[in-house]
């Protein structure tokens, strides 16, 4: 089945700096992946996603890139903001019709104000 | 606008005790639902999901089980509860075919 991994468990950023958060996944016929942001004692939210088909893709100070050769996500934040200290998780599907998603997880990341 | 709502928010119970955690979703139709757990500074583990009322998979064998009776109830029980039952449970929802889910404010259950 597959397997997802978070790079870092923690990370701290200065306000302002740009954080960046990684996550591998393992199998290669991963078609879609979703970054969830979770606020403390709540539950995730769903900040962005991206197909397999796309390389790149941008929200509002938000952007994940897609190596697929490596099989390698990550999710940048522009910018930080002490608003953006939670954890974040990256979340693939298991395989192929199956809606389900399995979760890395997570790295927690801290803006030093 | 859909929404999703999970009762109690916080629950205290002793080893051997029932439990009953309950999850809504309002504003859509024939959702999939899904009960996680997540224990202290950890990922997410998927516990049960059902694609329609009385459909139940389950993902991890435990002393948990899940109902559905109606169509956006989703029920987590346990007839008697375990010390490592504590974690803080989230249910969630998403439409077919899609993957994106959406989640409830969870349930912190401490068994003591």
């Known amino acids: 089945g597959e397997s997802v991994g978070l790079h870092l468990p923690t990370l701290s950023v200065q306000e302002g700096d740009n954080s960046i958060i990684n996550c591998a996944y393992s199998n290669s016929a991963s078609d879609y992946f979703i970054w969830y942001k979770q606020e403390s004692g709540k539950g995730p939210q769903f900040i962005i996603d991206?197909?397999?088909?796309?390389d790149k893709r941008q929200g509002q100070r938000v952007t994940v890139l897609l190596n697929k050769t490596v099989k390698h996500l990550s999710l940048q934040i522009a910018a930080t903001q002490p608003g953006d200290s939670a954890v974040y998780f990256c979340?693939?599907?298991?395989?192929?019709?199956?809606?389900?998603?399995?979760f890395g997880k997570g790295t927690k990341l801290s803006v030093i104000p | 606008s859909q929404t999703i709502h999970q009762w109690p928010a916080t629950l205290v119970q002793p080893v051997g005790s029932p439990l009953s955690l309950e999850c809504t979703v309002e504003g859509t139709s024939n959702p999939n639902l899904y009960w996680y757990r997540q224990a202290a500074g950890r990922g997410l583990q998927l516990l049960f999901y059902s694609v329609g009322i009385g459909q139940i998979s389950s993902e991890v064998p435990q002393n948990l089980s899940a109902s559905r009776p109606q169509d956006r109830q989703f029920i987590l029980s346990s007839k008697k509860l375990l010390l490592s039952d504590s974690g803080f449970y989230l249910c969630?929802?998403?439409?077919?075919?899609?993957?994106?889910?959406?989640f409830g404010p969870g349930t912190r259950l401490t068994v003591t």
């Open positions: 969630a929802w998403s439409v077919g075919p899609t993957y994106e889910q959406y």
């Open positions: 979340a693939v599907p298991p395989g192929a019709g199956s809606y389900q998603l399995t």
């Open positions: 991206i197909r397999s088909n796309m």
